[in-house]
């Protein structure tokens, strides 16, 4: 079936480093691909989103670009922050519609000073 | 703005007893669902519903149910607890069944 498949964590960096995490995902058609931030305590939120290929999405100097050669969407960040520590989700819908999502299962990013 | 609002925050139950799990949103959003956050899962979709007075089944409906009597609120009833049912559970909205989700802040569940 359609998921995806997410690098497992936990990663640590110290700030200023660049982050990449991997997305990976498997569908029978077109997808669109999202990534899902969850701040500690707090519930998920959309960070960026793409919805076709070569599509590049960004918010808060975080990236992602829809790969459909490689199957992939990674997130990367040039220089991280302490206040990006949270949880990453990657997130495809073929587009029928919310009840459709497939989440993958999260890499917490923790950011040292 | 509150956005999505769940209570209660934690919950702790013993087997077999039934509880729910509520949800209330004040962004006049149509489409409402729940999520189970289980370690190195993902979150998987229980139940979903388009608007008030319609529900459906997502991926793990079992052990659960749901009504939408007004656009507001999107209560979930555990009937009877198992420890199967520990999780975090998340409670989400959107606009329409294609726009961003908004997510509450999650209920911790322990069943023991």
């Known amino acids: 079936g359609d998921s995806v498949t997410q690098m497992e964590g936990p990663v640590t960096l110290s700030e200023e480093a660049f982050l990449t995490i991997n997305c990976t995902y498997t569908?029978?058609?077109?997808?669109?691909l999202f990534w899902y931030v969850q701040y500690p305590g707090e519930g998920l939120q959309l960070l960026l989103k793409?919805?076709?290929?070569?599509d590049k999405g960004s918010n808060k100097g975080f990236e992602a670009t829809y790969r459909k050669e490689t199957t992939s969407f990674h997130l990367e960040k040039g220089s991280v922050q302490v206040s990006d520590s949270a949880v990453y989700f990657c997130a495809l819908t073929l587009g029928v519609g919310n009840n459709d999502m497939r989440f993958g299962a999260g890499t917490r990013l923790t950011v040292k000073p | 703005n509150a956005g999505v609002t769940q209570t209660p925050k934690f919950q702790v139950l013993k087997t077999g007893q039934s509880m729910t799990l509520q949800c209330a949103q004040d962004?006049?959003?149509?489409?409402m669902s729940w999520y189970r956050q289980d370690p190195g899962m993902g979150l998987r979709l229980i139940h979903y519903?388009?608007?008030?007075?319609?529900?459906d089944q997502g991926e793990v409906p079992n052990g659960y149910n749901v009504s939408r009597s007004t656009t507001e609120d999107f209560p979930l009833r555990l009937l009877s607890a198992a420890p199967s049912q520990t999780s975090v559970y998340f409670c989400?909205?959107?606009?329409?069944?294609?726009?961003?989700?908004?997510f509450g802040n999650g209920t911790r569940l322990t069943v023991t």
């Open positions: 569908a029978t058609g077109y997808p669109s």
């Open positions: 989400a909205s959107s606009y329409g069944a294609l726009s961003p989700l908004h």
């Open positions: 519903s388009v608007g008030a007075g319609i529900t």
């Open positions: 793409a919805t076709k290929a070569d």
């Open positions: 962004m006049n959003h149509e489409y």
